[in-house]
């Protein structure tokens, strides 16, 4: 049975080795800190942590060695990059137009009767321009993989065996945070996701938005911009029915009961889940989702907090 925990942050209060006794796993670890890029190898603390051993599978470094040694590879890459961002800042800008229409339907105070069509009109232009971007993005991801098979590539696949021969000897892998976007590239770059199968996973921050079906990225107060979730993309889709929002004590106005209705309509019928420190889930396959500690978000507009019961 396939087993992914996601946790929340771990930095200020980090809980994943209460996460691994309750899942009774007593072996050694393999790392994915890629998305904390130069500083990937600084596992001293999750070591620590863990108090057992912890193989950095390195995909950071793994993927800048693909990219010195073959420089083809790293232009086809570079121009895949390249287009991504174009298609992402027109999608942004599509979004700003339709997140402000649906947050005037959601101010509106005419009678019920006629705004509500209204507003699940203006849902679902988000939920169709949030699709028509995740195709978009797939498409060209999908024939950027057509053309350049990076797995067959000479260098990649001498990486992937080592990655494989790493994790042939680990009884799980944890995922840590950071940058997103570099986290979830270089995880498809090695193609992970089929090495892991037998694993169970712990992920958390990052880690936990990109091995979840579509990684949204959020901020109500960023220090610039208007503050629209966007999707980024589909994310691994290791879990399923999960969209976990790590910080969002920091990056959600959870208070306002109109904007956490208009977040959880939005990318309905996956469950978004508040996920701050302490946070924690676990999705089985044979089982769905169980969420042990964190907020829901509701369709109400209402966040429902579940406390973990006392052992």
């Given at each position: 049975m396939?087993?992914i925990?996601l946790?929340g942050?771990?930095?200020l209060?980090?809980?994943l080795?209460?996460?691994v006794?309750?899942?009774d796993?007593r072996g ?15 596992i ?10 912890v193989?950095?599978?390195?995909l ?7 990219f010195?040694?073959d420089?083809e ?6 121009d895949l990059l390249?287009r ?5 800042d027109?999608?942004?800008s599509?979004?700003?137009?339709a997140?402000?229409?649906a ?5 509106s105070?005419i ?7 209204e ?7 988000l ?12 498409k ?5 993989e057509?053309?350049?098979r990076?797995?067959?590539?000479a260098?990649?696949a001498?990486h992937?065996?080592?990655i ?9 892998i ?15 770059l090695?193609?992970?996701?089929p090495m892991?199968?037998?694993?169970p996973v ?10 979840s079906?579509?990684v949204?990225l959020?901020h ?8 629209n979730a966007?999707?980024l993309?589909d994310g691994?889709g ?5 969209l ?5 004590k ?5 208070d306002?009961?109109?904007?956490v ?11 978004c889940v508040?996920?701050d420190?302490?946070a ?9 989702l169980?969420?042990h500690?964190?907020?829901v978000?509701?369709?109400d507009?209402?966040?429902t907090e579940?406390v973990a019961?006392?052992?």
């Amino acid at each position: 049975m396939r087993r992914i925990v996601l946790l929340g942050p771990q930095r200020l209060k980090p809980t994943l080795i209460d996460a691994v006794k309750k899942l009774d796993v007593r072996g050694s670890f393999a790392a994915v800190t890629a998305g904390w890029q130069e500083r990937e190898d600084e596992i001293d603390e999750l070591s620590a942590h863990l108090d057992r051993p912890v193989e950095n599978l390195r995909l950071h470094a793994r993927g800048e060695d693909v990219f010195q040694r073959d420089p083809e590879l790293f232009l086809a890459y570079g121009d895949l990059l390249d287009r991504t961002r174009k298609i992402q800042d027109l999608y942004r800008s599509r979004v700003a137009f339709a997140k402000a229409a649906a947050r005037e339907m959601f101010a509106s105070t005419i009678d019920s009767d006629v705004l509500d069509p209204e507003i699940e009109s203006a849902i679902a232009t988000l939920r169709a321009l949030d699709e028509h971007h995740l195709r978009r993005i797939s498409k060209l991801r999908l024939a950027f993989e057509a053309e350049w098979r990076p797995s067959e590539r000479a260098v990649v696949a001498e990486h992937r065996a080592e990655i494989s021969e790493v994790l042939s000897q680990c009884e799980a892998i944890a995922i840590a945070g950071g940058h997103v976007q570099i986290l979830l590239d270089r995880l498809r770059l090695f193609d992970i996701a089929p090495m892991t199968t037998h694993l169970p996973v712990f992920a958390w921050s990052a880690g936990a938005m990109v091995v979840s079906e579509r990684v949204v990225l959020f901020h109500d107060f960023p220090p610039q911009g208007a503050g629209n979730a966007e999707v980024l993309s589909d994310g691994l889709g290791l879990c399923h029915g999960v969209l976990p929002l790590p910080h969002a004590k920091r990056r959600l106005n959870l208070d306002d009961a109109k904007r956490v209705s208009l977040f959880a309509r939005r990318f309905a019928p996956l469950t978004c889940v508040a996920m701050d420190e302490g946070a924690r889930a676990v999705w089985r396959d044979r089982g769905g989702l169980d969420v042990h500690e964190g907020k829901v978000i509701l369709a109400d507009g209402h966040v429902t907090e579940i406390v973990a019961s006392a052992p």
